[in-house]
């Protein structure tokens, strides 16, 4: 049997947690330990670091009067005696003992965590998850997302490979930091922000057995009478430009075949069925048949870069933008 002698003078033992002791019955915490906040517990912390109340109001920046007030306010929310006041010291009951250690823990995770957000908003760590349209990754995009991310040797990157759709509705969902694809002109895609990249060349596929691969670079008013190979990639070089870009020439596009991406294109074409207009990083990959010439005409593409302005995921796009720009 425990008998209050066997306790500290000034300390009373909270009487529902005396038979959880004993083993009698499971603790239940009281109902208002559903109210204690951070405010309290930071209290209590500082005066149990400091051991005094008068040092501890200096560290807090208030008086003593509230602060003991919300030390007070702690002990009855949880309904057990935390402190002991001896004249100018402070003693810890073993609850107070045990709480302090437990916040010890608690607020030095919490620093550490408060630097790891910091060192990520900074971008000195973490992981950038970024899309890229299939035509993006043969562009010279990867080398310069390379180069800047070995300006910061602590961050990751995670490409996917998306459409332009799939994009949107990534960054919508806030499930990538950025995307790049070729946009028209400035046309912006819902409330998403971005930025201009870098231009790049469209230029002419065809078979090598085809009369024009004969001639160092083709206008466009001759590919008025050539099977055009058309690609579905919802980026801006899609049928709606193709038709724009014959039309502004004096003739309506021609198309014999419709595919779905860029390198089925160019199979086709190797088989001579067909020619098509490519951005200029398809140049640098070989396919069996096929020859590249340039266009007279300038057609440029524009790859952008997109993200979401929400204040959540502005700091790597924001980066990033910089670093590509």
């Not at 596009?253 to 490519?278: D, E, K």
């Not at 020859?291 to 993200?307: A, D, G, K, S």
Request: overall charge neutral; proline content about 6%; glycine content about 8%.
């Amino acid at each position: 049997m425990i008998e209050s002698a066997a306790l500290p003078r000034g300390l009373t033992m909270n009487m529902p947690v005396l038979p959880a002791l004993l083993g009698a019955q499971a603790f239940v915490p009281p109902v208002a330990a559903d109210k204690v906040n951070l405010l309290l517990l930071h209290a209590f912390h500082a005066v149990a670091t400091e051991r005094n109340f008068a040092r501890a109001a200096v560290q807090l920046r208030m008086s003593q009067p509230p602060l003991m007030r919300q030390v007070r306010e702690l002990e009855e929310l949880i309904g057990t005696t935390l402190i002991i006041r001896r004249h100018n010291a402070v003693l810890l009951t073993p609850a107070g003992e045990k709480l302090a250690r437990e916040l010890a823990q608690l607020f030095a995770q919490a620093r550490q965590s408060i630097a790891q957000v910091c060192e990520v908003d900074q971008l000195d760590q973490g992981e950038i998850t970024l899309g890229l349209s299939a035509s993006t990754l043969v562009s010279n995009l990867t080398g310069r997302l390379a180069s800047a991310r070995a300006s910061k040797p602590g961050l990751e990157f995670q490409y996917r490979e998306l459409t332009p759709e799939q994009q949107i509705e990534a960054l919508n969902n806030r499930k990538l930091d950025a995307g790049f694809w070729y946009l028209s002109g400035d046309e912006a895609p819902g409330k998403l922000s971005h930025r201009l990249i870098q231009r790049e060349a469209m230029m002419l596929f065809l078979p090598q057995n085809h009369a024009l691969a004969a001639l160092p670079g083709v206008s466009l008013r001759q590919l008025a009478q050539q099977d055009l190979i058309r690609c579905q990639t919802g980026e801006a070089w899609h049928s709606g430009f193709l038709n724009t870009l014959c039309l502004a020439h004096g003739f309506t596009s021609r198309i014999a075949n419709t595919v779905g991406s860029p390198l089925s294109a160019l199979a086709l074409i190797g088989q001579g069925m067909g020619v098509a207009l490519l951005p200029q990083g398809y140049s640098r990959m070989t396919f069996p048949g096929v020859v590249v010439r340039p266009l007279q005409e300038t057609v440029n593409l524009q790859l952008h870069m997109v993200w979401d302005p929400h204040p959540a995921g502005t700091a790597a796009a924001r980066w990033l933008s910089e670093a590509l720009g």
